[in-house]
């Protein structure tokens, strides 16, 4: 079936980099996408891979995808503390149209 | 240009009461989806709309929720009678549509609790 799992916490230093991990299981996803969600907030979208690229960088982030492992990365680097928030991983399902299966998230505490 | 737009922003009623959550995609989407997003989870499904039809309400439990986008444009949610395990954060997404669609863009939620 279709599945995303994530780690729950990660705590970084400020200026550190910061790397978030995700699983995911279906091998026919099309895109796979990093979402960002501060308190109260919507989800804001961040990044998002296409399934026969392993890597895309923009600016601080950098995504790293391996289809054979089904495993995808955000890494964050120079980490701030506006960075804190909760950073969704979500793979788009074929089927017609772009159904995304996210995870549970993977909350990012920056201390200084 | 206008985010997705939602309504209320909070609520809170008794279990059993009816409520209504409204929703204005970005101008020009013609997709809209409602997604359920449970404390600690991500967002899950509940109905899309491409247009004015509803083609995918598979994960909307019927029984007791109701969704319409009568001229393809916003949107209502509603839920009648609430239950107290449908306290949530209800998100709504509007993107382009078409083939090349591939971003969803989320407005601000409505955050539910039933007592």
């Known amino acids: 079936g279709e599945d995303v799992e994530q780690s729950l916490f990660l705590s970084v230093r400020e200026g550190d980099s910061s790397v978030i991990n995700c699983t995911y299981t279906?091998?026919?996803?099309?895109?796979l996408y990093w979402y960002k969600q501060e308190p109260g907030a919507g989800l804001q979208l961040l990044t998002y891979?296409?399934?026969?690229?392993d890597m895309k960088q923009d600016q601080r982030l950098t995504v790293l995808l391996n289809k054979k492992d089904k495993h995808l990365s955000l890494r964050i680097a120079d980490t701030q503390t506006g960075d804190s928030a909760i950073y969704f991983c979500?793979?788009?399902?074929?089927?017609?149209?772009?159904?995304?299966?996210f995870g549970a998230g993977t909350r990012l505490a920056v201390h200084p | 240009e206008a985010g997705v737009v939602q309504s209320p922003r909070y609520k809170i009623i008794e279990k059993k009461q009816p409520v209504a959550f409204w929703c204005n995609p970005i101008?020009?989407?013609?997709?809209l989806y409602w997604y359920l997003q449970n404390l600690g989870q991500g967002p899950e499904l509940l109905i899309r709309?491409?247009?004015?039809?509803?083609?995918?309400d598979s994960q909307l439990p019927k029984d007791r929720f109701s969704a319409e986008r009568l001229k393809g444009v916003d949107s209502t949610l509603k839920i009648q009678p609430a239950e107290l395990g449908d306290s949530a954060v209800y998100l709504c997404?509007?993107?382009?549509?078409?083939?090349?669609?591939?971003?969803?863009?989320f407005g601000p939620g409505t955050r539910l609790t039933v007592l």
């Open positions: 709309y491409e247009n004015e039809e509803a083609v995918d």
């Open positions: 979500a793979e788009s399902i074929t089927g017609g149209y772009n159904k995304l299966i």
């Open positions: 997404a509007s993107s382009l549509g078409g083939l090349l669609d591939n971003e969803q863009f």
């Open positions: 101008s020009g989407h013609n997709t």
């Open positions: 279906d091998s026919s996803s099309t895109y």
């Open positions: 891979i296409f399934s026969n690229m």
